[in-house]
């Protein structure tokens, strides 16, 4: 199972390498974080390094700043460009 998961890396690391620049860490967010937190986060955009994602609320916020270390080295393997930091910002609506 191992070589599987090494396989679909490269898989990814290879299709995000080709988006184009400034689009790949929006693009592998829902990949990166998994579906469940995927189906209630949004990557808005990523610009200056940083990936701005919105969340439901306060607690989402709060979790998923603790996670932001695992996400950004998971984004920074699979993205052709370096991802400084992950801001999360709390939905408007």
């Known amino acids: ?3 599987a998961g090494a396989g679909l890396e ?4 290879g299709t995000m390498r080709r988006v184009p620049p400034g689009e790949a860490p929006a693009l592998a967010w829902p990949l990166v974080c998994g579906s469940k ?8 955009d ?3 390094a940083v990936l701005r994602v919105e969340v ?14 695992r996400y ?8 052709g460009h370096r991802v400084a ?3 999360f ?4 609506s």
């Not at 490269?10 to 690391?13: C, N």
């Not at 950004?72 to 993205?79: H, S, V």
């Open 89 to 92: 910002v709390i939905c408007r």
């Open 46 to 48: 990523f610009s200056n």
């Open 1 to 3: 199972m191992e070589r």
């Open 37 to 44: 937190v995927a189906d209630r986060t949004r990557a808005l």
């Open 85 to 87: 930091k992950i801001e």
């Open 10 to 13: 490269k898989l990814i690391a």
């Open 72 to 79: 950004l080295a998971t984004l920074n393997r699979y993205c």
């Open 56 to 69: 439901p609320d306060a607690g989402w916020k709060h979790e998923m700043q603790n996670l932001a270390p």
